[in-house]
């Protein structure tokens, strides 16, 4: 059975520093996806990481992925309050029919 | 582009009664859609995968007798709670795809069910 783990679960941060979220998951994966969730919403699409070594950027934010350790990484570079919300990944795998398997989330909070 | 619709946005109803919520995709053509259940402060579980045409594939613990779904069409998905009680209160959260070369999954906006 897949498992996805994430750490920390809940991060409070000051505004201008930078963290990272930590995302492990127990069996080879296909693609690994990160969300943003704000309170009250639904999932917004940041990344999709395809390969082992993908990179992606987008503003202050930066995942990673490496298959081989099974491990995601959500960098977050001089966080600012727009940022506060909870980031979950999701590990998919096509031989279980494309379906998501979410972590248990990071609920961030950047405090002034 | 990939937008997917989800009605109502929220729902409160009385116990025993049941509640049917849609999911549409508006540009794109679904081959298959998901239906995931939130309770607050958890994460997004899979209740169940559907493609249209044919019986929805639920996740183990649960009741397809329960969380009726149908797919009716490429770009509708219904999800009916039948005699619906305070435990089912929950955030449900549609996706689809069909429309990617790797067929990522587009989310729609939730439908917060609270029971009575």
């Known amino acids: 059975e897949l498992k996805v783990e994430q750490n920390p679960l809940f991060l409070s941060m000051q505004e201008g520093k930078n963290y990272t979220i930590y995302c492990n998951y127990s069996?080879?994966?296909?693609?690994l996806y990160w969300y943003r969730q704000d309170p009250g919403k639904s999932l917004e699409s940041l990344f999709v990481l395809l390969s082992n070594g993908a990179v992606k950027q987008e503003g202050r934010l930066m995942a990673s992925l490496d298959t081989k350790a099974r491990l995601s990484t959500l960098h977050i570079t001089a966080a600012v309050h727009d940022l506060s919300a909870t980031y979950f990944c999701a590990v998919e795998r096509k031989s279980s029919g494309d379906k998501l398997t979410f972590g248990t989330g990071t609920r961030l909070a950047v405090r002034p | 582009g990939a937008v997917v619709s989800q009605h109502p946005s929220w729902v409160i109803c009385k116990s025993g009664t049941s509640v049917k919520i849609e999911c549409r995709s508006l540009d794109f053509q679904a081959t298959t859609m998901f239906w995931y259940r939130q309770f607050p402060k958890q994460s997004l579980m899979l209740m169940a995968t559907s493609n249209e045409g044919s019986k929805a594939t639920y996740e183990q613990g649960v009741e397809k007798d329960k969380f009726l779904i149908n797919h009716a069409s490429l770009t509708l998905s219904t999800l009916t709670v039948t005699s619906a009680h305070p435990e089912d209160s929950s955030f449900y959260i549609c996706?689809?795809?069909?429309?990617?070369?790797?067929?990522?999954?587009?989310f729609g906006p939730g439908t917060r069910l609270t029971v009575l």
């Open positions: 069996t080879t994966s296909d693609r």
């Open positions: 996706s689809a795809s069909g429309v990617s070369s790797y067929n990522e999954q587009f």
